[in-house]
Each structure stands twice: as C-alpha cells, then as structure tokens.
C-alpha cells in the first residue's frame, strides 16, 4: 500500500526565515505534485515534478524531486505571512492514475 | 468558462438516506476524481477516471458509486449514507497524468 508522508505535520515559523517541508513516499513514481489549501477553502495547484532531479520555482517556495530517494522538497525562502496555509504533496505510482495525497503541513507565519 | 462545479456545496443528510453529488467540468479533462477531506487529515481519494466510460476504484470507495457517461459530469451517489461519511467532498479535474488537478469548491456534508 502507497504511504506519502510529510514532515512536518506543523511548522510555526519567523518571518523572513527559510525551511523545508519534506515528502516521502513508499513506491515508485516520476510524478510528484504540490497544493496549497487555505483554510476553508479548495486546494490550489503549484508545482507538477515529472522526472528525476526537477526543480520548479514560484516566488518565494521551490519544489525539488529525488525520485531515487522517494523525496520531494519544499524549500520556503524568506517566509511571509501570506505564505500561511496547509501544503499537501501528491504522487502517482507508476503505472497507475491514481493522484494519492499525503498528510499535508500546516504551515504557519507569524509576524 | 466555470472551471469544476460541484453541487450542492451544503447538505444534511439523515442516515439511511442517498443522494448523489454532482461534478461538472467544461476544460474537456480526461481524468476526474473524487476525493474526501476529515478535519485535519489530508485528502483520500474516493474514486477516480481517466475518460468517458472508463472508472477505478480509490482508497476509500466502500459506500461511494460513480459513473462517467460523459466528459463533462463524475457524479458520486452515497448509497446509504452514513454518519462516517461525514465530510467535505472534492471534485479535481486533471488534462492527464503529466498535469496538477483542478479543484472544485467542494461539497460540505453532514450525515445525522
């Protein structure tokens, strides 16, 4: 059975602080995915990693993948508090189309 | 253009009762799906399809029917509902595997 894992569950940061949220993953895949939710809200798509070693940057987060190690990384750079919401990362097994989910980070900025 | 359209975005339901939640695209998306949302857990997939007349299974479909006669619509029908079935329902929509989902709005359900 796939498990996506994140860590951290929760993550309370400074402004204008850098961290990494990371995502691991029990089964082969070369497609990793990442969504922000805001609360009480839908999800929002961000970054679409398609191959080993991708690297996606928007703003202030940038999305990594190792598809050797199972791992995909979201590095935040000087954090803002706009930036404040629940990433979740989602993966699909080879040979499959199923989109599965991983537990998400709630991620907090504070001023 | 709408994007994904789920109805209702609200619901009540007694147990025992069905119903069916409606997900409508306009992008022509080959690939749908349907996924729950628990306070604060993440998303598990319910169902999912990569085209018209083409439907699997996800984590969770015990309890859950879907069909897609059409690009356009994925409904879910709750067979008889469930106070586990408590929860909020998204619809995503995706242009194929090499793409992120599209969500819609969701559907907030309550089973009493």
């Known amino acids: 059975e796939l498990k996506v894992e994140q860590n951290p569950l929760f993550l309370s940061m400074q402004e204008g602080k850098n961290y990494t949220i990371y995502c691991n993953y029990s089964t082969t895949s070369d497609r990793l995915y990442w969504y922000r939710q805001d609360p009480g809200k839908s999800l929002e798509s961000l970054f679409v990693?398609?191959?080993?070693?991708a690297v996606k940057q928007e703003g202030r987060l940038m999305a990594s993948l190792d598809t050797k190690a199972r791992l995909s990384t979201l590095h935040i750079t000087a954090a803002v508090h706009d930036l404040s919401a629940t990433y979740f990362c989602?993966?699909?097994?080879?040979?499959?189309?199923?989109?599965?989910f991983g537990t998400g980070t709630r991620l907090k900025v504070l001023a | 253009n709408a994007g994904v359209t789920q109805t209702p975005k609200f619901q009540v339901l007694k147990t025992g009762q069905s119903m069916t939640l409606q997900c409508a695209q306009d992008m022509n998306h080959e690939y749908m799906s349907w996924y729950r949302q628990d306070p604060g857990m993440g998303l598990r997939l319910i169902h999912y399809s990569v085209g018209a007349g083409i439907t699997d299974q996800g984590e969770v479909p015990n309890g859950y029917n879907v069909s897609r006669s059409t690009t356009e619509d994925f409904p879910l029908r709750l067979l008889s509902a469930a106070p586990s079935q408590t929860s909020v329902y998204f619809c995503a929509t995706a242009d194929g595997p090499n793409y992120g989902y599209t969500f819609g709005s969701g559907t907030r359900l309550t089973v009493v």
């Open positions: 989602a993966v699909t097994p080879s040979g499959t189309y199923k989109y599965i």
């Open positions: 990693l398609l191959s080993n070693g």
